[in-house]
């Protein structure tokens, strides 16, 4: 059990944004009032998973850049971009931007690796360069670079009536700080502190060393802070899916259990070549979902979370889940909602 003096610090939720093709406009708004709603009910945090080729958001970035101008003081965040998708230099500069607007209130998450699906997208993402793409951490550390302010050419000056200079800019001070990976394994968390970011940590990860996940994610926390320079001071967030059912409807009880249930099975055992784990769903009252939280071995070592709401669900789902989040599983796990909330 967590000692009383270590409460949960930051309470946060992660959404996928999720719309209709026919009209996406309606599932953007719907987001943007769900992060809306976020501040309204105290959240430290909002975060948009990434979504390419499929019908839930494809630009998390310029998204946030709206729900920065509707709201002021809950921070926003990516969880997470695939680098794989991106250009280093041009991300650091939406990514500067979008702080910029926001007054400091970006925390932009990242992983590595190639494409989903990359065979049948190459031709259309990299369609000269496919086969001499890199995917690997080099890629996170020119972003990183970028964002940190180091040069990215060695021109700058005036040229004419133009001044150039050789490092991103807008410059976002304090964006370098507020950068996020998201890791899954041993491997990542090292390397993620070794650069001194921050680190997500969510309900997949690698059977590396045991088939428990939550002493596998323990292990990715452990090994993130014994590389990072601020040692157990480090900043990680930990993102499971949480169901609260305090206010639920008995039909919304039904679905969310269903959900849970489907969903269950791929828990068992280590999954695919990757050997990934997923943790379970946590589905219940406040009161229970805490005491499953509070004997989670990773769980006991944060201070953050982003709890990730779970898919496909409506609106008014999302309504219910995330006001019993910050009104009864949050102070359950001793959170406190800001003082300068609305």
Not at 42 to 55: I, M, P
Not at 230 to 239: E, F, I, L, M, N
Not at 249 to 258: I, T
Not at 268 to 288: C, I, W
């Amino acid at each position: 059990m967590p000692l009383p003096s270590q409460p949960l610090r930051k309470l946060g939720f992660l959404t996928i944004g999720l719309f209709d093709e026919a009209d996406p406009r309606k599932g953007h708004e719907s987001t943007l009032e769900i992060i809306r709603l976020g501040e309204r009910l105290g959240f430290d945090s909002a975060w948009l998973r990434h979504r390419h080729l499929q019908y839930g958001i494809s630009s998390p970035v310029a998204v946030l850049a709206a729900a920065s101008q509707r709201t002021a003081r809950i921070e926003l965040g990516t969880a997470v971009i695939p680098l794989g998708w991106e250009n280093p230099l041009r991300l650091a500069e939406d990514l500067a931007t979008v702080d910029i607007l926001s007054g400091g209130r970006l925390n932009p998450g990242i992983s590595v690796g190639p494409p989903m699906h990359y065979d049948q997208v190459k031709q259309a993402l990299y369609p000269d360069t496919a086969d001499a793409e890199d995917f690997g951490y080099d890629r996170v550390a020119r972003l990183l670079d970028f964002v940190r302010g180091k040069p990215a050419t060695d021109f700058s000056g005036v040229e004419g009536f133009e001044v150039f200079s050789d490092r991103v800019q807008p410059h976002a001070p304090g964006l370098g700080r507020r950068l996020w990976y998201g890791g899954g394994s041993l491997r990542s968390a090292q390397w993620a502190g070794e650069h001194a970011m921050n680190f997500l940590t969510s309900s997949v990860v690698k059977a590396e060393e045991s088939e428990d996940f939550a002493e596998v994610q323990l292990s990715h926390v452990r090994a993130f802070r014994a590389h990072h320079p601020d040692g157990d001071r480090a900043r990680v967030s930990q993102g499971l899916v949480v169901i609260p059912t305090d206010s639920a409807s008995p039909e919304q009880r039904a679905k969310y259990e269903a959900y849970a249930e489907k969903r269950l099975p791929r828990t068992a055992t280590p999954q695919g070549p990757a050997r990934l784990m997923f943790a379970p769903d946590l589905v219940g009252t406040s009161a229970e979902i805490a005491e499953r939280l509070y004997a989670h071995a990773a769980f006991r070592e944060i201070h953050e979370v982003a709890f990730a709401l779970p898919f496909t669900f409506e609106h008014d789902d999302y309504v219910q889940i995330l006001t019993d989040i910050a009104t009864r599983l949050g102070p359950a796990l001793g959170w406190q909602a800001s003082a300068q909330h609305a």
